[in-house]
Each structure stands twice: as C-alpha cells, then as structure tokens.
C-alpha cells in the first residue's frame, strides 16, 4: 500500500503547502515559545532516548514497545504535516480529527500503523538547520564538536513541546522523557552524546546476511513505489527519509565514497559495503551513553535481553517492557539463500567479523 492511497486529495495537499512554508512554522514555533511560555519552562528535557541504527535493524519495534510506557513521550503520524510548530498544530487539528484506524506501512512489510502510531520525524528539524549536510550524494557525518546555538535552541524546545503535549496538566505525573526513532542518528553518535549526556542512543543490529537481504528487498520495493506514487517518494524527501528508492541518499561513512547509482544500489555489495561502513563507524564512535541491541538474540531469548535494556535506560517499569517484547517479537523473516549468492566474499568475512565484534560489545 502506498503513502499516497492512505492521505485524501486534501491532505496531500496540505502536506504540499506545510512542506513549502517551513518557514511560517519555525514562526508559528516562536509564537508557541511565547504562548506556552510558562509551561514549557516547567517542563524538563530528562534522559532523552533515540533509536537509531540502519533501516531494517529492528528500529520500528523497538519505538513501539518503548512507546507503551507511560514514561515516555513521542512523535505520532498526528504530528504531520505542521511538526515545527506541534503545540498549535494540536489545537487546530484536534477539531477535525480521524479515528486511529490501523492500515500497512508503505513498506509492504505487514507493520501496522494508524494516526497515533509514534514516528520518526525528528529528522525535519535537522535538515532544516543543517542543510549543508545533506548533498546530493549522500548525508555528510556530523563532528562532536559542531555546535549551533539556534538549532540547540529550538530542539530542545521542541523536545518540552513534545513532552507538554502528552501531558494533561503540567504536573500530573505524566511523560517525563523525550523518546525518537531517527535512523539518521548514527551519523552524528558524538554530536548527540555531547547535547544530551545524560541521553542514550539505542542502536539495534542484526546478522548481516538478513539485514542485507532486507535491506536490498526494501530498496527495490521503493524504487517501484517511487515510479508509480510521486507522493510518496515527495513525503519520504520531506521527512529526510533517504534510505531506499529514488530518495537514496546513504550516510557518508569511512569508506562511502562517491556518487551512489540506483544501478548500483541494486546489487547486494553495495548494502553489504553499506552495512560494514555503518557497523564500523558506530564501533569506532561508541561511547558510554550508546546501548547496542542484539534484536536477533532478542527475539530467541526475550526476557534476558529487555531487561538489560530496561537496566541501560533506567526505565520505570523494566517488566512491563519485557511483557510486551515476549507478546510482539516474532524472529525476522528468513530470505533466500541465493539473495546473497553474488555477494563479495571479502565484504561478508568482513561483516562476520564486525557482527562478531558487536555481539560482544552488547553482552
């Protein structure tokens, strides 16, 4: 099911004038800085968590099941298309709003999601103000040392929006921590660690051979979908969504060089090069506030590995996480052997190892 086939002709329209005026929303962001302007200063930024690793790795469930707990608050796709500005944008579109009917995500992949379902659009406020970054070839590593005063202004800020918004009443106990999916956020592991010490990153990995299958059916399955559905491929670019299809934009790591072809992303050895490059980098930048997840031993042995990460994010409510985890974690899909038969044997010893080397660093 495509993205387009779920939005009426009047939202997709909306979504064109929202994207085409990002400007009108930071002012419409300054104004909810003056109007809510006591409550957002009694509202605390505490222990952020992202979710971030390479699509296919687990990122989605992981939202989910984090999303459950009261603790936490996040993006919904209610949030789209005015996600500069959410404050307002909750008390105009609430008038007129859908019931949260459950359909298929535009990946195929039989994930269901509806209005209130959490999200990643975080990537919006960054490609706003870091739009150096994200060329044409690919989306450039951020350093831990590039600081930009306005853009850590309006993050944060955003962050206690989010939170106020899930809550009732400023002090009603409700949601104190700030929760995001953002693929993207293994480009910038430092950058994130030196705003938000206190923060942790949790990034979810997989044996290559099926992350890479996955990986190369979903681009395939975009590059399809971009043809035929021009909105779809317009929201995946508003988003920052640039992991599949015409909209692939890799992250730069070590050794991503060059202007990346659709031709070649169609081959297995650009993922598994992809791969490597990404697992690579999040080895070399991990750092105390970053939590890796083995999703595989995951969804074999539940309990064990949720309360670790229960322990890593010093959660409330550890159990109720593993409970939900033993009720949603299904083993990921196997793919055919030959989906992997021209893969580079150099590449796939190389992933082995480095897949080694992350399994003992999550133990």
């Not at 299958?213 to 979903?218: T, Y």
Request: aromatic share 12%.
């Amino acid at each position: 099911m495509s993205v387009a086939s779920t939005y009426p002709a009047a939202e997709r329209w909306l979504h064109h004038i929202a994207f085409a005026t990002l400007g009108m929303q930071e002012e419409l962001s300054a104004l909810e800085d003056r109007l809510f302007g006591a409550a957002l200063a009694a509202t605390h930024v505490d222990t952020p968590v992202y979710v971030s690793a390479l699509p296919r790795a687990g990122t989605t469930v992981l939202l989910e099941l984090l999303a459950q707990l009261p603790e936490f608050a996040y993006h919904t796709y209610r949030c789209m298309p005015f996600v500069l500005c959410p404050l307002l944008w909750n008390r105009i579109s609430r008038r007129f709003r859908r019931p949260g009917r459950s359909r298929e995500r535009a990946h195929g992949d039989g994930t269901p999601v509806s209005y209130d379902s959490p999200e990643a659009f975080e990537e919006i406020i960054w490609k706003r103000f870091w739009p150096r970054h994200y060329r044409t070839d690919g989306i450039k590593l951020w350093s831990a040392h590039e600081r930009d005063t306005d853009f850590e202004h309006f993050l944060r800020a955003h962050m206690r929006k989010t939170i106020f918004s899930f809550k009732q009443h400023p002090a009603d106990g409700g949601p104190c921590r700030y929760l995001a999916k953002n693929n993207a956020g293994i480009a910038r592991l430092g950058l994130l660690s030196v705003l938000f010490p206190d923060g942790r990153v949790v990034i979810p990995f997989r044996e290559p051979r099926g992350h890479v299958a996955s990986l190369l059916r979903q681009h395939r399955h975009f590059t399809s979908l971009h043809t035929s559905d021009r909105f779809t491929l317009d929201y995946m670019n508003w988003l920052g969504h640039y992991e599949f299809g015409a909209s692939l934009r890799p992250i730069k790591f070590a050794g991503q060089i060059g202007m990346t072809t659709n031709e070649a992303a169609m081959s297995v050895d650009f993922w598994l090069d992809y791969w490597c490059n990404a697992y690579a980098a999040v080895l070399d930048a991990r750092c105390a506030n970053v939590v890796l997840f083995d999703y595989d031993g995951a969804c074999a042995a539940p309990r064990a590995h949720f309360e670790r990460l229960g322990l890593a994010l010093d959660l409330r409510d550890r159990e109720s996480l593993v409970v939900a985890a033993n009720d949603r974690l299904r083993t990921p899909t196997e793919h055919p052997v030959d989906a992997l038969s021209d893969a580079s044997r150099a590449l796939m010893t190389r992933a082995q190892t480095l897949y080694q080397r992350l399994c003992e660093a999550s133990a």
